[in-house]
């Protein structure tokens, strides 16, 4: 699933091709996305000039003169520059024909979407509830230390919860914690200010070295150009179960928590 590097990827690739220009027409193959596209939605964008192209959590945002698109990836989904008018494949469901580019969309799981509101997107239900964004300057680990007093839920799952941070997926929320030296086990609440200080920053610092290497690719992840992600080279403890830590040697242990994947080393995690 593309996670916050890959969908802000994305949006650094796709920006200059589409930023201030007109959306000549939207054509939809496949109308039974996530949500069901409907049948206006074409003549209602028909015309609008993108004068900005956002991003919050995994939402890409188009913002357009009378409102904005909201593009979610889902979980195999990728956007793509098309400077032709080459045949689509199979699961090429909708594009964004700007003229002398297409932004085309391609999901084999069509569980990707595309939204259009003319409302504040901040006020949107998808997005109304979400935290801070992790590279924002609102995310400190004083925000997680607040939140995570009397929590018992497992310190990854608690930072995995967009209500409290958006785009901690299950990679980076391993190797921040392993960073950290935290244990992914560990209760939220028996966390110390200082250790969520320094998680903070470990979360900007991995998410930033993924963003850098263009996203992780593990299985159906590519950038707007075809091109896979490099970030899954430098993973320190993520998918390495029985490998030697990076730190001190001892075997990478693996469980299960919240039905994710956890990897961990237990002499330097506590």
């Not at 509101?117 to 230390?145: C, D, N, Q, R, W």
């Not at 320094?198 to 593990?218: F, M, W, Y």
């Not at 403890?237 to 994947?261: F, N």
Request: with cysteine.
């Amino acid at each position: 699933m593309p996670e916050l590097p890959e969908v802000e990827t994305t949006r650094r690739g796709i920006a200059p091709h589409i930023l201030g220009r007109r959306l000549d027409r939207l054509i939809v193959r496949q109308p039974r996305l996530r949500w069901p596209v409907p049948d206006e939605l074409a003549e209602q964008v028909r015309g609008q000039i993108v004068q900005q192209v956002g991003r919050r959590a995994k939402y890409l945002l188009l913002r357009m003169n009378e409102g904005t698109l909201l593009i979610h990836l889902g979980m195999s989904g990728s956007l793509r520059i098309v400077t032709d008018a080459g045949a689509p494949g199979r699961h090429d469901h909708f594009d964004l024909d700007f003229g002398e580019c297409r932004l085309r969309f391609r999901d084999p799981r069509r569980f990707g979407a595309l939204l259009w509101t003319k409302a504040a997107t901040g006020k949107h239900p998808l997005l109304s509830h979400l935290g801070p964004e992790p590279l924002s300057v609102e995310f400190t680990g004083e925000h997680l230390y607040r939140f995570s007093r009397g929590r018992r839920t497992a310190v990854k799952s608690f930072i995995m919860d967009g209500r409290i941070v958006v785009g901690v997926g299950n990679i980076y929320a391993n190797e921040s914690l392993f960073l950290s030296g935290i244990h992914p086990h560990r209760p939220g609440g028996r966390v110390s200010l200082a250790r969520y200080q320094r998680l903070a920053l470990d979360i900007k610092q991995v998410l930033r070295g993924a963003i850098e290497q263009g996203g992780t690719t593990l299985r159906d992840f590519h950038d707007q150009e075809g091109n896979p992600g490099y970030f899954a080279q430098r993973l320190l403890v993520y998918g390495k179960s029985g490998d030697p830590c990076p730190q001190c040697g001892s075997p990478i242990r693996h469980s299960r928590i919240g039905q994710r994947s956890s990897f961990f080393c237990v002499s330097c995690q506590r």
